[in-house]
Each structure stands twice: as C-alpha cells, then as structure tokens.
C-alpha cells in the first residue's frame, strides 16, 4: 500500500517561531502538518487552539491535521474549521455522539477522522465505517511528545487495515491509517509494514534540531 505521507507534530517544533518551522519542514519534503490540540481535561497536558491554527494558515498549502485530545469535542470543530483545518480527529470516548460529532466535521467542509488510544476497542468503527475519512491509532498514551513507542499497536494498525481493505472492496470510500506516537526512522518500517499509511512524528523530526542534522535529512531517513 501508499502512497506514505509524513506528517510532522508540530509539539515538538519551536513554539517561538512555529511560522517559520511550519514552512521549513514542508519545504523538506513533509506532505502534512500534525497539530495536537491538549486541553488539561482530557489529557494531562495543554497545547495550542484555533487561533494559532489561523495564524500557520497562511505559511503553508499543506493540509492541517487537528488533532483533538480535548473533552468535549463539539464546539471546537467549526472554529477549527475556520482556522483552516483539513482534516479534524476526535477520540470517541471523549464525544457523546460519535456520528454526531463525525457529521459535524464533515458539514463543517473537513475530512474527519477518528482516534485510537493503545486501550480502546476497535468496536468504535462498526457503525461509522462509511463516515470516517481517516483512523489514527496512538502508539502512545496521549498527552505529551517523546514517549516510546508501544508495540501492540502493531496487531491493532493490522487489524484495522484489514478492515479499511474490507471496506473500499466492497465500495466504500477511502479512509487513511494514520500512526501517532514514538514513531522514528527505525521503527517505521514495521509500522508501514503491519498497514499505516501516514505517520506522524514529533520529537524524531524535530530534535534534528538538537542533533545538528536538517529536517530533509531526517525525513529522508524516515522515507527510506
Ligand atoms: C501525543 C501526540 C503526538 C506527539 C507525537 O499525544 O498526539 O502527536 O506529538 O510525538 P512523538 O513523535 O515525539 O511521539
Ligand atoms: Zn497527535
């Protein structure tokens, strides 16, 4: 399967000058931008909103990826929609109305996608299947950049990519495998190799910063 798509977290960028990173890693070679939203309710920690969303807007075409680690779900996804979000991703157990909330993202002009953490069952998929454009499996407890990478989360991409296969042989539409968390130029292969499609990475792209290596070296690690 591909094509792979990288999708740099932005969690792990300089904050003081997020602009400026956004631009340079999607001009290295990065297709999307991974923004982990973090509400100190749902997880133990808290990021960034809709109005730092707007303002990387304007410094790139690449889609933005929401991610939403936050509870409840609902009345951030029109205002992310208008800060520009692509693509917008909730955990269900943090939603009343899964469906709900999917069909609001999709009203709202975004692709909508659905979050896994290493312990929830997949049985959150089985009514949802034909409104879901994306599935991000956490490889790691939500809340913070730089964790390692849990390996039972290679049954669960397997799994779920048989499921995706299932679905768009018998005509359903396409739906992405995205991986988040602990993901680096080592383990990748695996992960693209039990099914995921789309990766995001964090502190492995960023701390090239610290390493004295550029982000197109880096990504082209992770590509090859
Ligand atoms: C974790 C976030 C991830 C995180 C990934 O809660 O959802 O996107 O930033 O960072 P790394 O790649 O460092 O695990
Ligand atoms: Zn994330």
Same mark, same amino acid.
């Given at each position: 399967?591909?094509? #792979?798509?990288?999708?740099? /977290?932005?969690?792990?960028? &300089? ?7 956004? *631009? @340079? ?10 923004? +982990? ?30 991610? %939403? !680690? ?5 009345a951030l996804v029109p205002m992310f929609a208008k800060a520009?979000?692509?693509?917008? /991703? ?5 939603? *009343? ?10 009203? @709202? ?6 979050? #896994? ?8 998929? &089985?009514?949802? !299947? ?5 599935? %991000?499996? !956490?490889?790691?407890?939500?809340? #913070? ?34 991986? +988040? ?24 792209? #960023? ?9 197109? *070296?880096?990504?082209a690690d992770f590509r090859n």
């Amino acid at each position: 399967n591909g094509p #792979f798509r990288i999708a740099p /977290s932005i969690l792990s960028a &300089d904050f003081a000058r997020l602009g400026e990173e956004v *631009e @340079n890693v999607i001009a290295a070679g990065a297709d999307i931008v991974h923004f +982990d939203v973090m509400d100190n309710h749902y997880v133990p920690n808290l990021t960034i909103g809709p109005l730092v969303c707007e303002a990387i807007r304007p410094r790139t075409k690449a889609p933005i990826d929401v991610h %939403l !680690m936050v509870k409840p779900v609902d009345a951030l996804v029109p205002m992310f929609a208008k800060a520009g979000a692509d693509i917008i /991703s909730f955990h269900p157990e943090a939603s *009343e109305h899964v469906d709900r909330t999917l069909a609001l993202i999709r009203e @709202n002009g975004c692709k909508a996608g659905l979050a #896994f953490n290493p312990a929830t069952p997949l049985h959150h998929l &089985d009514h949802v !299947m034909d409104r879901i454009d994306l599935i %991000l499996v !956490m490889s790691v407890n939500p809340g #913070f950049g730089g964790q390692g990478f849990i390996p039972e989360a290679l049954v669960k991409i397997a799994q779920i990519r048989r499921r995706i296969d299932c679905h768009a042989a018998n005509g359903g539409q396409p739906i992405w495998l995205e991986v +988040d968390g602990g993901v680096k130029p080592s383990n990748i292969g695996l992960i693209a190799e039990a099914g995921a499609d789309t990766f995001v990475a964090g502190s492995a792209i #960023f701390g090239a910063r610290g390493a004295d290596r550029s982000y197109h *070296e880096v990504l082209a690690d992770f590509r090859n």
